[in-house]
């Protein structure tokens, strides 16, 4: 688990010099750099991905290093037992949203198609050959790529079919006839001069680098062009282009990891920019990877964290998937990973990481992916995966503003996410003045500045509502003020027209996770119009595990406002009390129980969303049931604080259970367990005892029974005190978060320095551990204190 430093302040995550200080080419500029295929290449195929002597090689590592892949890739190769839609065939124009069961999307199409070309030419079966000759010259007949209704011939599905014939073309073209190939290369070239024509460089034209709609037709338009070079005259000022755009969206990507477009988006959409620097690498013998090298190391902190602790399931920050529709689904379809794309990422970077989970993913987790056959392409025996146990716990996307927390990788892990940041992240504040070709496109993010999600007990106990055509920030767990959500609440697209420097404001402040205590403030405030006159948001998120969360909200505007604090269920919410509710999914609950205020209209109600219509007509979707809604509003105020404590619990534990109350002097809570201990929350400092309790921390919890302690926090704290008596003390402000297990204890404590700690024991222990080695200690039996002195940060335990 690693111990995240505290982080204040407003820093953006580029570091003084980086990107600022570097000059950015103008695009004309990047579109005259020359393009041209490696020598021994000029006039053979095939020559995108892999030459003719290349292929020997892959072949006998089909059936030795890499058998197992290959085996899983080649296993169903659906040419062989599907038909393709003939030219004409209604479901050739039906989008993902209006398909009827049997039809193929041109998505799939390309996929078949790629897929029977791959597997022919390591097999050299001829009944592949009769397939994909077959697929091949349906498609090639195909007209329009894409969609009638929608920027045919130029958008998605024309670049997923610019991609599979290109590389049908490259793989099969010895064994084509004369006229075959001719038919092929003239419709690939027609298809690549349309995309080219539609994206061509134009004074002040914009591109979205940064969106799939972009990187996706440049990575069909670059393979395609690669593959015709030599025998088509345009085709180098085709490959130039996509270099050009190209050379931006690495530039426009996200810093962190983090993909802003939901983790759905990034499964369809990643691989892309892995096949454009393949195909580019082996047929210019230019490597691009380099380059990437600090934008795509960190992708798999971002997948990994996505994923729920069951393996079937994501957190569905941004447009994915449908919610709780789709979540209390009786079938589910496993979840696609888009795994290969990670064992390329470790087999060009060395990186035992990105091995761990390409492999945690198709091995453990049994996920899919959209060409697995690329996995084969990808994998490096060499690189020997690091154990997924190795992954940090808790993770926290710095430019993004979105901190994840685990607590094991197991499937009985407590997970939970938290999200306040601008819609791209803070990198794009400066450097969007100084890309005028670059245009946003943030329509898959969603207006959700201060939502969170949490998984526990197996179960998703509450959370986001996925994909939707409109975007509206009541679909969140977070605030509406007089009924109104963040940015431009109501459309599909939000955040467009609204100035990026205020969104920029939109971040977390502060956040710390060790083992036992995760917090985050979030400053979200600047997420809402200013005409709303929002002074103040804060949202603070506190976890102490493995027991539960306190959510505390500070509100402050210019005139008074009814402020709605907003929770999402998956199946059903049972109301307690007005101020206690329970949100269930199956055989487990959140508890939630509002501290403050102590009035409040509450309201139970379906969470209703648009979903996403057709492209072009993405804000006509359907009305869809996606879980439950609490309902907590407020009276009008210039001031308010909402305090809730939610409680993770199986429905069998709920026969006795905690009573909480606020203790409004501390900024805190007091919480009775059924057990007669009691515990602490103190959200700031307190310089008189509340509840017998005294801190100088910024927060703190203890919970004890008669004069014995089982837990302590002090967060950026020198000293803690329980009726008159010293609990705990450091030489210098530090973080500290112990557990009491009976056996001894264990936790971790963090300073800026190395520093000397106290902390009150019943008895002398017998041995003290820090990262796992005994060091010397103190005890003093008269004060029953132990003393011990530390370094920076380290995770110690003391046994009795």
Not at 96 to 122: C, H, K, N, R, T
Not at 703 to 726: C, E, M, N, P, Y
Request: charged share 25%; glycine share 6%.
């Amino acid at each position: 688990m690693i111990i995240a430093l505290l982080i204040v302040g407003s820093q953006s995550a580029i570091a003084p010099g980086s990107q600022r200080d570097r000059p950015s080419p103008p695009f004309e500029e990047l579109l005259r750099r020359p393009v041209g295929l490696r020598p021994e290449l000029r006039g053979r195929h095939p020559r995108l991905f892999f030459t003719a002597d290349e292929l020997e090689l892959w072949r006998e590592r089909a059936h030795t290093t890499h058998r197992e892949l290959w085996q899983e890739a080649s296993q169903h190769v659906r040419a062989l037992e599907l038909e393709p839609p003939p030219p004409g065939s209604p479901t050739l124009d039906r989008s993902g949203v209006e398909q009827q069961p049997g039809d193929l999307s041109q998505y799939e199409i390309a996929y078949i198609l790629a897929e029977v070309s791959f597997a022919y030419a390591i097999e050299r079966d001829p009944r592949y050959l009769d397939a994909a000759k077959r697929w091949l010259m349906t498609v090639i007949r195909y007209d329009p790529w894409g969609y009638t209704f929608r920027t045919p011939n130029v958008d998605l599905p024309p670049a997923h079919l610019l991609y599979a014939v290109a590389l049908a073309y490259d793989l099969l073209y010895n064994d084509l006839t004369g006229p075959e190939r001719e038919a092929v290369r003239a419709k690939l070239a027609r298809q690549a001069r349309l995309m080219y024509d539609y994206f061509r460089y134009r004074p002040r034209k914009r591109y979205s680098y940064s969106q799939n709609h972009t990187f996706i037709p440049m990575a069909g338009l670059a393979i395609a062009a690669l593959a015709l070079m030599g025998e088509e005259p345009e085709a180098e000022g085709w490959a130039r282009l996509a270099r050009a755009v190209y050379d931006r969206v690495r530039t426009t990507f996200g810093v962190d990891g983090y993909y802003y477009e939901g983790f759905h988006y990034f499964v369809f959409s990643l691989h892309w920019i892995i096949r454009y620097l393949d195909a580019w690498e082996h047929a210019t013998g230019e490597d691009l990877y380099p380059q990437w090298r600090a934008k795509l190391l960190p992708l798999k902190y971002y997948v990994a964290h996505s994923i729920l602790p069951d393996g079937r399931g994501i957190f569905d920050f941004g447009d994915a998937g449908r919610g709780a529709a789709e979540r209390n689904a009786t079938q589910r379809e496993r979840l696609n990973s888009g795994y290969e794309v990670f064992y390329r990422i470790a087999a060009k970077y060395k990186d035992a990481e990105s091995q761990a989970v390409a492999e945690w993913l198709r091995r453990d987790l049994r996920t899919r992916t959209w060409e697995p056959y690329w996995a084969f392409y990808s994998y490096d025996p060499s690189v020997r995966p690091a154990v997924i146990e190795s992954l940090p716990l808790a993770y926290y996307f710095r430019d993004s503003g979105v901190v994840f927390w685990r607590s094991s990788w197991r499937a009985d892990a407590v997970a939970f996410a938290f999200k306040c940041g601008p819609p791209e992240g803070h990198h794009v504040a400066e450097l969007l003045p100084r890309l005028p070709d670059w245009r946003l496109n943030t329509g898959h993010a969603h207006p959700d500045a201060g939502s969170f999600i949490i998984y526990a007990h197996g179960r998703y106990l509450t959370g986001d509502t996925g994909y939707t055509g409109v975007k509206l920030t009541s679909d969140h767990n977070t605030v509406l003020v007089d009924g109104r959500g963040q940015a431009n609440d109501g459309r599909h697209e939000v955040f467009k027209d609204v100035p990026y420097d205020r969104l920029d404001q939109i971040r977390i402040v502060e956040v710390w996770a060790t083992p036992e205590y995760f917090y985050a403030r979030g400053s979200v405030a600047a997420a809402y119009s200013p005409e709303l006159g929002l002074a103040r948001f804060d949202r603070h998120l506190l976890y102490v595990a493995p027991d539960y969360f306190i959510v505390w909200d500070e509100l402050e505007a210019h005139d008074p406002h009814v402020f709605t604090w907003l929770l999402n269920a998956e199946q059903r919410i049972v109301e307690e009390s007005p101020a206690v509710h329970l949100l269930i999914n199956k055989d487990a609950a959140l508890l939630v129980q509002r501290l403050l205020p102590a009035k409040a209209e509450v309201q139970i109600a379906p969470q209703m969303v648009t979903t996403q219509g057709r492209p072009g007509s993405v804000e006509r979707g359907a009305q869809e049931q996606r879980g439950v809604q609490l309902i907590v509003r407020s009276e009008a105020a210039r001031s308010l604080e909402f305090l809730h404590l939610l409680w993770p619990v199986k429905l069998d534990a709920l026969r006795t259970r905690p009573k909480a109350s606020s203790l409004d002097g501390a900024r805190g809570a007091l919480i009775v367990w059924p057990d007669g201990s009691r515990e602490v929350i103190a959200l700031q400092p307190t310089r008189e005892s509340v509840e017998g309790v005294v801190t100088d921390g910024a927060r703190a919890v203890v919970s004890f029974r008669q004069d014995l302690w089982r837990r302590l926090i002090v967060h950026a704290g020198t000293r803690l005190a329980l009726d008159d008596k010293l609990l705990l003390s450091t030489s210098r402000p530090a973080t500290v978060s112990l557990i009491a297990d009976g056996q001894g204890g264990h936790g971790v404590a963090s300073a800026a320095a190395p520093f000397e700690l106290t902390l009150r024991l019943a008895q002398r222990p017998r041995e003290v551990r820090v990262g796992g080695v005994a060091v010397p200690f103190e005890y003093d039996s008269k004060a029953r204190t132990l003393h011990l002195r530390l370094e920076r940060a380290g995770r110690f335990e003391w046994i009795e």
